[in-house]
């Protein structure tokens, strides 16, 4: 039942579609760093609002990458065979860590405002806060950053970088090295990443902590990656790019893989509501407590609806998986959604009477959009749109769901 | 057999030894028309399905129903007996609690549509079903270990006891065999 | 594209599934032969003697605690719970290898299960067996044991669907029906084998009535793949489910050291990890005694030791964030619980949990270490050792010493605790020796899917492809 795919004809380089995203990802970003920049001078609080709504999408963008540096060290991890033709797609999506590393800079200048609780000089007066002033303080706080980034860097280039060797080369050895070393990478991916997320997410409300929350953020990156991945490859294809190379039998895959990280992405977050609801300890209820408050309510229902329970239904079946049409509204969808869940585990913490809704959270998704494709671009461009010489592609080509 | 039974014929048997014989042969009778047949492998054989035309089981529709089914139970189970017939407060919750009542709505999801698929298994494909013909046949018996088997029935409407005989002596099996069956 | 040859033993493709010299009717016999001529009825019986003393055990301490109470065991009370908590997850836990193996690895086309899942299969529905004795006989009065059913009875009190002991009841209930289910549906097509190829009359009977009449029709296969499938993905949320409802039990308390948020998927991958030790345990021997050695190979054991290593790692992560949240939670009382835990009376728990979790698996790091049978009985037996501690530390060290400190104890078990836990293993072994004597314990009809001569086009022989 070997299929065999003729590839002769296929186009498997970025080609001029290199500089089209990179004009259009930089007019886009132009104009959202314009827009922000305008609302930020004029806005009432507008520059205190700038930091915030930036954080939300810094969180968003970095979330992405993250999941990217999963996909690729997971299936050396594996020795995964299917993934193979979509794998450059996730390298370029790790490779923008450098980028997100510049994206990082507004965050140190907005550290007194963002995590205003603990850099505030009279936090060590309340004696919670005092305890773990040794962990959140400022330079700390950058030394980890630092360290987190380093990490990533090394990690989204070193995997990138041996993959589109062996294109030239055709050697094994660098497969083997690939997967000698993502043992190692995928225990640093999550060390980082927990802390991370803690560092991000949860010392905006530092009374607050939850040992989950670190895997809750790792959740939704693995999952919006399983759709950039799925609608960077649909766009190439549309747009004459790897016709033959990706098939819908790797669709159906990368589908499963959204169903799956739908229901895991719940699962985290059913357990870290439960044990707080249930439990009902002061300082732990109160993150829920904002996120109950005012307008939060119904966008809490809408997150929970929204983020799980359409994705579920959507996604159940074998037919959207299969069909491009569906599927790229479907990969769409978990893109945006998981955006708002970004909004909802940070705004609440600023806002905790309710929603207090800026453009700036729009113009920054833009401007920080722009870059992250420029970004893509330059990854994308660097080589071949797929592994040429890796040992398991021809495995992959002829890969078939039954 | 004793004397008493009048047999006829149930159909014919053909045995094949590799998988490619049986694929071939699957799609002959499948393109011949024949309705009322079918293949016997050892372990399922991929590929088969579409050499013979199989069409696909609605099973996972029942499994849909079954869980769904599961689901309105638990939540009107843990509705009525906490928080409308017997209703008290426990732990600061209120009567009814839907977050506390999840994992039971889960399990008895799953159990629901676990037992739907079971059992809709065993539905469909007539289960248990301890006697057939075909097990008298005592060639049969290695279709469970190592052979291949193609049966065509003669209830089948293109069925003819000669023609298709024939036409199974040109299916490339090793051997092709006239299983009777009891009269009733 | 220039196409790279890769010969079947390299490290791109691995090595082949099953030894190469097997064909379709030699994986039957090897299988078969298992239950129809025993191989080595000596050892068996020994070991099944052993197993049923230890089984007989345990039913003489469950009725000695009917007839004399609660008391006979080791529980106080700032510890009400002990010993029976802390083998009633243990043994669940033991039981979630299998499903993984039968389902999620299912789900992901990992064909190396194929081997070994019938194997963990059984383990999984015993180890349930095992862990359903113990909230049966902890309740005190265990005549009324049926009111944790939702069942009406004349003073009308339902249930409390509040309670997370109530999730357990239909959590493991539900687990131990799929499981049966699923391993039963796994045997169908198998009994149907032994059953043709039976010699005796009141065999082909048996096994005739089990198999349901099955003669591996493709219609039959067919609807037969789907529904597992479907049950394969219905066993994966709820392996998931069962040892986080067991993780609710503790951690919707408020009890330091037990209320965390990431009890749930730290459960589940505990639980996993104690079972594929289990299941490693387990195989290895009947592996030899047994000739199936070119059925169930080095691969397999390796894998499952890379799955140990892995799920290890997840627990030491779990360790690792616990601790450090606790730090950072700046609360007292969280910060004491684990100090305790680590330094405090119950230092030897903790600190055999930590090395038998976390550092001992580490050696699976080398590919030698991976391979090494002795080495992967010592790790498997430490694991196991491991996780049960982990229970205990988790259960005993939050209790004994709350908020006020008046109200601190000490737990020590008695003997009929041990006894219980020792008879335990009886119970599981007796059913795992039944097991071995009279089914398959390898999926026969699986194997054969995975070798190269199943799929079509394989090409020997002059195929006319």
């Known amino acids: 039942m070997k ?3 003729d590839r002769s004809s296929e186009n498997r380089t970025l080609g001029d579609l290199g500089p089209l995203l990179t004009r259009v990802g930089g007019i886009v970003a132009a104009l959202g760093i314009l827009a922000t920049l305008a609302l930020a001078f004029t806005a009432d609080h507008g520059v205190e609002r700038f930091f915030k709504s930036y954080t939300t999408n810094f969180a968003y963008f970095l979330s992405l990458s993250l999941g990217g540096i999963f996909f690729v060290v997971i299936q050396h991890l594996t020795g995964a065979t299917w993934s193979v033709t979509v794998r450059r797609i996730a390298e370029a999506i790790a490779a923008n860590m450098l980028l997100l590393l510049g994206l990082f800079i507004p965050i140190v200048f907005g550290m007194d405002i963002i995590y205003h609780h603990w850099t505030d000089p009279h936090a060590a007066s309340d004696p919670v806060l005092a305890a773990k002033l040794g962990y959140l303080n400022k330079p700390f706080f950058l030394i980890r950053w630092g360290v987190y980034f380093l990490i990533w860097v090394v990690v989204s280039r070193f995997f990138h970088g041996q993959s589109v060797k062996q294109d030239t080369t055709g050697d094994i050895d660098h497969t083997l090295r690939m997967q000698k070393w993502s043992a190692p990478a995928i225990v640093l991916f999550a060390l980082t990443t927990t802390f991370a997320a803690f560092d991000l997410i949860m010392s905006l409300n530092p009374h607050w902590y939850s040992t989950i929350l670190g895997v809750y953020y790792f959740a939704g990156s693995a999952l919006s990656a399983f759709a950039l991945i799925a609608m960077s490859s649909m766009w190439l294809q549309a747009k004459g790019r790897i016709t033959q190379s990706v098939t819908t039998e790797h669709y159906h895959d990368l589908g499963k893989l959204c169903f799956a990280f739908t229901i895991f992405w719940a699962y985290i977050g059913f357990s870290q509501f439960m044990l707080i609801w249930y439990a009902n300890i002061p300082e732990e209820t109160e993150w829920y407590l904002h996120r109950i408050t005012g307008s939060w309510l119904p966008f809490s229902w809408g997150i929970l609806i929204a983020h799980f329970v359409v994705p579920f239904l959507f996604f159940i079946s074998r037919v959207p998986k299969r069909s491009r049409a569906f599927f790229r509204f479907g990969a769409a969808y978990i893109l945006i959604i998981h955006w708002c869940d970004m909004y909802w585990v940070t705004m609440p913490e600023w806002y905790t009477d309710g929603i207090h809704f800026s453009l700036m959270d729009i113009t920054l ?23 040429e010489k890796d040992p398991r592609l021809e495995g992959s080509l002829a890969f078939e769901n039954y | 057999m004793s004397a008493e039974h009048k047999t006829s014929l149930w159909g014919y048997l053909i045995e094949f030894e590799t998988v490619d014989q049986l694929i071939h042969a699957a799609e002959k009778v499948r393109d011949a028309g024949f309705d009322k047949w079918d293949a016997h492998t050892p372990f399922p054989v991929h590929g088969l399905d579409k050499a013979m035309g199989v069409k696909r089981t609605i099973l996972p529709y029942l499994v849909f129903v079954g869980g769904f089914t599961g689901l309105i139970i638990a939540i009107v189970m843990q509705w009525w007996m906490n928080a409308y017939d017997y209703p008290y407060i426990i732990s600061g919750k209120p009567m009814w609690s839907i977050p506390a009542n999840f994992p039971v709505m889960f399990e008895l999801t799953v159990l629901f549509s676990a037992f739907s698929t079971f059992f809709g298994m065993l539905g469909f494909n007539q289960l248990p079903e301890l006697y057939h013909p075909l097990f008298s046949a005592e060639r049969f018996r290695r279709a469970t270990s190592d052979r291949f088997f193609i049966s065509i029935e003669a209830k089948d409407p293109k069925f003819h006891a000669e023609k298709t005989r024939s036409f199974a002596d040109t299916l490339g099996g090793d051997a092709v065999e006239a299983v009777e069956e009891e009269d009733h | 594209m220039g196409t790279i040859t890769v010969d079947r033993d390299d490290p791109i493709k691995g090595k082949p599934l099953v030894e190469a010299h097997h064909d379709f009717g030699s994986v039957t016999d090897a299988v078969c032969s298992v239950v129809e001529k025993p191989p080595i009825t000596k050892a068996w019986w020994i070991s099944f003697f052993i197993a049923g003393s230890g089984l007989m055990l345990l039913l003489a ?44 690895l299912f789900l992901f086309r990992q064909q190396w299960r194929t081997s070994i899942n019938r194997f963990a299969e059984a383990m999984t529905i015993f180890a349930v067996i095992c862990a359903l004795v113990f909230p049966g006989i902890h309740v005190g009065r265990v005549w009324f044991a049926w009111w944790m059913f939702p069942l009406p009875y004349q003073q009308m009190a339902w249930p409390q669907f509040r309670s997370p002991l109530l999730w357990d009841v239909f959590a493991v209930g539900t687990y131990f029906t799929v499981s049966l289910l699923f391993w039963y549906m796994g045997l169908i097509p198998d009994l149907a084998t032994i059953r043709d190829r039976a010699t005796s009359g009141i065999r082909r009977f048996a096994y005739g009535l089990f198999s349901l009449g099955w003669r591996g029709s493709n219609r039959q296969w067919h609807v037969y793949e789907r529904a597992y499938l479907l049950l394969a993905a219905l066993a994966t949320p709820l392996v998931l489910s069962v ?75 779990a360790y690792a964030i616990e601790f450090f949240v606790a730090w ?25 949990m930590a090395s038998c979790n976390v550092f001992i698996p580490q050696v699976y790091w080398f590919k030698k270490m991976r391979r090494s049978i002795p080495v992967m009985m010592v790790v498997a037996f430490f694991v196991n050792v491991g996780m049960w501690f ?52 390898v999926a026969i009809a699986e194997i054969k899917g995975v070798l190269p001569q199943a799929h079509a086009g394989h090409g020997h022989e002059g195929g006319e492809h």
């Open chain 3, 243 to 317: 040892h986080s409802v067991v993780s609710f039990d503790f951690a919707v308390a408020n009890l330091p050291g037990w209320h965390t948020t990431i009890f749930p998927p730290y459960f589940v991958a505990g639980a996993i990890f104690s079972g594929f030790a289990m299941v490693v345990f387990l195989a290895v021997p009947a592996r030899e005694l047994y000739g199936l050695k070119s059925i169930i190979t080095m691969r397999h054991l390796e894998s499952m030791n890379k799955i140990i290593l892995a799920t290890g790692s997840m627990v030491g992560y």
């Open chain 3, 328 to 352: 950072y939670s700046g609360n007292i009382y969280e910060q004491f619980a684990f100090q305790n835990r680590a330094f405090g009376p119950y230092w030897w728990a903790y600190w055999t």
């Open chain 3, 61 to 104: 301490m469950i009725a000695y605690l009917f007839w004399t109470g609660i008391g006979v065991w080791g529980v106080n009370n700032p510890v009400g719970w002990g010993f029976a908590i802390v083998n009633f997850v243990f043994w669940v836990g033991i039981g979630h290898a299998g499903t993984l193996i039968s389902a999620i």
């Open chain 1, 365 to 387: 998704f833009f401007a920080m959009g722009g870059l992250y494709l420029v970004g893509m671009a330059r990854g994308l461009g660097k080589a071949s749109l797929v592994p």
């Open chain 1, 3 to 5: 299929r065999t795919i």
């Open chain 3, 390 to 441: 982990e229970r205990f530390v988790i259960t005993v060290t939050s209790l004994h010493r709350d908020f006020l400190p008046g109200s601190w104890g000490f737990y020590m078990p008695t003997w009929v605790d041990i006894c219980t836990l020792i008879g335990s293993f009886g119970l599981f072994f007796t059913l795992f020796l039944l097991f071995i004597r009279f089914l398959p314990m």
